[in-house]
């Protein structure tokens, strides 16, 4: 059985930093692309970076290039996601996302496996 476990979130003040964890089990990460997305409060969720199956492919939303890095370590079976210069629009839930499709011109399609989400508040 697939399950996907994130860790990281937090109250952070505007300008800090949080590294989001997501802890595959049940299936090998290398296989696979990844991604990360949001959901903000009474808003849908959205794409917000996604990594190739290999991890040599990255790929961002606008608004959080320059702030934010995905990677993933093979050996842990984890992906990550650095976010630095945090800001309050970036409080949201973050959730993992494994077996969608990875494009290098447009943002990732989701596949069927989720994680529970990790909350992050951004305070002004």
């Known amino acids: 059985q697939v399950q996907l476990l994130e860790s990281g979130g937090g109250l952070v003040q505007a300008g800090g930093s949080l590294r989001l964890s997501c802890v595959l089990s049940?299936?090998?990460?290398?296989?696979?692309?990844m991604g990360w997305f949001r959901q903000p409060p009474g808003k849908e969720r959205t794409f917000v970076a996604a990594?190739?199956?290999?991890?040599?492919?990255?790929y961002y939303v606008d608004s959080v290039k320059g702030r934010f890095t995905i990677s993933k370590e093979h050996d842990k079976n984890s992906l990550y996601l650095q976010m630095n210069n945090l800001e309050p629009n970036d409080t949201a839930v973050y959730s993992c996302?494994?077996?969608?499709?990875?494009?290098?011109?447009?943002?990732?399609?989701?596949?069927?496996?989720w994680g529970q989400g990790t909350q992050v508040t951004v305070s002004s």
């Open positions: 049940g299936r090998t990460i290398s296989g696979s692309p």
């Open positions: 996302n494994l077996g969608g499709v990875y494009f290098a011109d447009r943002p990732y399609n989701a596949g069927p496996y």
């Open positions: 990594i190739s199956w290999g991890g040599g492919l990255t």
